[in-house]
């Protein structure tokens, strides 16, 4: 997918809609200083950006589009980061490399602290079959036999009958 087709809503805009989104995107201006850029009335502008569609979906496209771009910029910028003579930015970089990369992030989603709390719950649930495990072998009876028991006279007496 090229450029263009991943941004066709946003270019079918006419030119003062697409001014106005990538002013709305990429400048910190406020909506009235954008609205008076592009020369448009506050009802229209208004409009656009509550009520026109196909202006919504522009910006939504053009926003995607540009935070991809930065995105990409961003990660390749923190690579460059991994070989820094400094240690500590270095560690900085390979961790938020590693973050991004699956097995960890910066807003906590964290895939190998989600494994370890899976461990910790199964091992709990085993812990607990365990409990009630032991808790319900109090209700039965066990009988051992032990080999090493010497005999009672009883035991003798009813043997010498037998012969």
Same mark, same amino acid.
């Given at each position: 997918?090229?450029?263009?087709?991943?941004?066709?809503?946003?270019?079918?805009?006419?030119?003062?809609?697409?001014?106005? $989104?990538?002013?709305?995107?990429?400048?910190?201006?406020?909506?009235?200083?954008?609205?008076?850029?592009?020369?448009?009335?506050?009802?229209?502008?208004?409009?656009?950006?509550?009520?026109?569609?196909?202006?919504?979906?522009?910006?939504?496209?053009?926003?995607?589009?540009?935070?991809?771009?930065?995105?990409?910029?961003?990660?390749?910028?923190?690579?460059?980061?991994?070989?820094?003579?400094?240690?500590?930015?270095?560690?900085?970089?390979?961790?938020?490399? $590693?973050?991004?990369?699956?097995?960890?992030?910066?807003?906590?989603?964290?895939?190998?602290?989600?494994?370890? $709390?899976?461990?910790?719950?199964?091992?709990?649930?085993?812990?607990?079959?365990?409990?009630?495990?032991?808790?319900?072998?109090?209700?039965?009876?066990?009988?051992?036999?032990?080999?090493?028991?010497?005999?009672?006279?009883?035991?003798?007496?009813?043997?010498?009958?037998?012969?």
């Amino acid at each position: 997918m090229n450029k263009s087709e991943r941004l066709e809503g946003f270019n079918a805009l006419p030119l003062k809609q697409r001014k106005a $989104i990538i002013s709305m995107v990429e400048t910190d201006q406020s909506l009235e200083e954008i609205r008076k850029d592009v020369h448009v009335g506050r009802t229209a502008f208004y409009n656009w950006r509550n009520k026109d569609n196909a202006f919504m979906e522009g910006l939504r496209e053009y926003s995607q589009h540009y935070l991809s771009q930065a995105t990409a910029k961003a990660v390749r910028r923190v690579v460059g980061f991994i070989d820094n003579k400094n240690p500590y930015i270095a560690m900085q970089a390979s961790l938020s490399v $590693i973050n991004l990369g699956g097995l960890g992030s910066v807003d906590g989603n964290n895939k190998l602290q989600e494994a370890q $709390i899976r461990k910790l719950k199964a091992d709990a649930d085993i812990a607990e079959a365990k409990a009630k495990q032991i808790n319900n072998t109090d209700e039965t009876v066990r009988i051992v036999f032990n080999d090493n028991l010497k005999p009672d006279k009883e035991d003798n007496q009813d043997n010498g009958n037998q012969s």
